[in-house]
């Protein structure tokens, strides 16, 4: 495995930094590799199912989803590669004998190479099921750069929040982002900093208050408004500012 994965970083280097900056996503296919298969197999990839996650969109959180799979976007195979089962692998690697990739905004961090798992593994022709923790582990990936701003700005504008050690006020951060995209729509950053700036000093309960469920479910407001509103009535104004 060791060998395959250098052989592959050796033939494909070049052409990833050329190409560095549109996240390439690089396909060593053998020597006489069938196109048509090579071709039906990249068609193969164009669905992905997501285990249901409890979100007011969705209150039925059983089953699964099928939405597209930007399977030639280096991003998105960065953030899923390190998650994905041997199985899963196999089945998006197909016939090539491996790939490169690259996140371009995560620098040296960024770089992803895939080969084939070393043992024996039972490949479906079905697209690729993530389950509920791998879509979990998943959105933490995506949203790990604004868990950080929320950190920053709790830092810089909730009372005590700059006194926590860092990496507890990066989880709590986090923990508090989670709670917005759990129990409601709203996903601006914006308004999920709003949100997180609440909740950090009401709880999490504080989105079940009925005065508070008045303004998040008022018909024609917009969600920056509803958080407008929302502030006002519940974070003390000498402690907010903008981010």
Excluded at 12 to 33: I, K, Q, S, W, Y
Excluded at 39 to 46: A, E, Q
Excluded at 55 to 69: A, Y
Excluded at 118 to 140: G, H, R, Y
Aim: proline share 8%; with cysteine.
């Amino acid at each position: 495995m060791a060998r395959a994965e250098a052989e592959v970083r050796m033939a494909l280097d070049r052409l990833m930094t050329a190409h560095l900056e549109h996240a390439p996503v690089l396909h060593a296919f053998p020597d006489g590799a069938d196109a048509d298969a090579v071709r039906r197999h990249l068609r193969g990839l164009n669905l992905i199912r997501l285990a249901r996650r409890p979100r007011p969109r969705h209150p039925d959180v059983s089953g699964t989803e099928e939405v597209t799979f930007r399977h030639a976007d280096g991003r998105v195979l960065a953030a899923l590669a390190p998650i994905l089962r041997p199985d899963q692998t196999a089945r998006l690697l197909g016939p090539a004998l491996g790939l490169l990739t690259v996140d371009p905004d995560a620098g040296a961090e960024g770089l992803v190479t895939m080969v084939p798992p070393d043992t024996e593994v039972i490949v479906s022709s079905d697209p690729i099921t993530l389950d509920a923790a791998q879509v979990d582990a998943l959105e933490d990936a995506r949203a790990a750069p604004l868990d950080a701003r929320l950190s920053d700005y709790a830092a810089a504008h909730i009372p005590g929040a700059a006194a926590m050690p860092p990496e507890v006020r990066l989880d709590r951060a986090r923990t508090l982002r989670c709670v917005v995209y759990d129990r409601t729509t709203f996903r601006a950053d914006a308004h999920v900093r709003d949100l997180m700036e609440i909740i950090w000093h009401h709880g999490p309960d504080v989105l079940d208050r009925d005065d508070v469920r008045q303004i998040t479910a008022r018909p024609g407001w917009s969600q920056e408004r509803k958080c407008t509103r929302l502030l006002d009535r519940l974070v003390p104004a000498p402690t907010r500012g903008a981010a």
